[in-house]
């Protein structure tokens, strides 16, 4: 799905999309980062879905190596250690907060930009923020997107991730 006043992606993109993810992906609004090798590891996407399904997780990882890593992680109980840490760290669950907010506030301005009015989803962003973590993919998708700085539990997924791309293109 693709309003006039969003970008979407190019055929051959979406076509690398698919395959990543082994399916046809659809509600993507544009490209959100590309990985070093060039292709799309992230996709935003719009927050209602063709079908009509409100759809939150704006920041969508699609790169499969990414992914399974990522999986990995959540494996280990990084998740439970990174909420302990935010009900210790008030520094750290301020700045968390902040990356919630910022995710709000972007996937609102891309259904303003769609003609798009979720209101089943107000409020919430994904990965749990702000005061859970919940899915790990989600925010690493967020720094990613928005840049490091913005989550700091994303950007501690991306640095134990390491560099997921030198084998080369996952599609």
Not at 6 to 11: H, N
Not at 17 to 33: F, K, N, P, T, Y
């Amino acid at each position: 799905m693709s309003a006039p006043d969003l970008p979407g992606i190019s055929e051959a993109d979406q076509a690398v999309v698919d395959a990543q993810l082994g399916r046809s992906a659809s509600g993507i609004a544009e490209v959100g980062h590309r990985c070093p090798c060039g292709n799309p590891d992230v996709v935003t996407t719009v927050p209602r879905l063709p079908s009509g399904t409100p759809f939150p997780t704006t920041y969508y990882l699609t790169c499969p190596r990414a992914a399974s890593r990522i999986g990995t992680l959540e494996g280990s109980g990084l998740m439970k250690e990174m909420e302990a840490r935010l009900a210790d760290d008030e520094e750290l669950a301020a700045a968390y907060a902040a990356a919630h907010e910022r995710y709000l506030a972007a996937r609102d301005e891309i259904g303003r930009a769609a003609g798009l009015d979720v209101p089943e989803i107000e409020g919430i962003s994904a990965g749990g923020m702000p005061d859970r973590v919940k899915c790990l993919h989600v925010l690493a998708g967020q720094s990613l997107a928005q840049g490091r700085g913005v989550n700091p539990l994303g950007d501690e997924v991306l640095d134990a991730l390491g560099p997921w791309w030198e084998p080369g293109p996952c599609a």
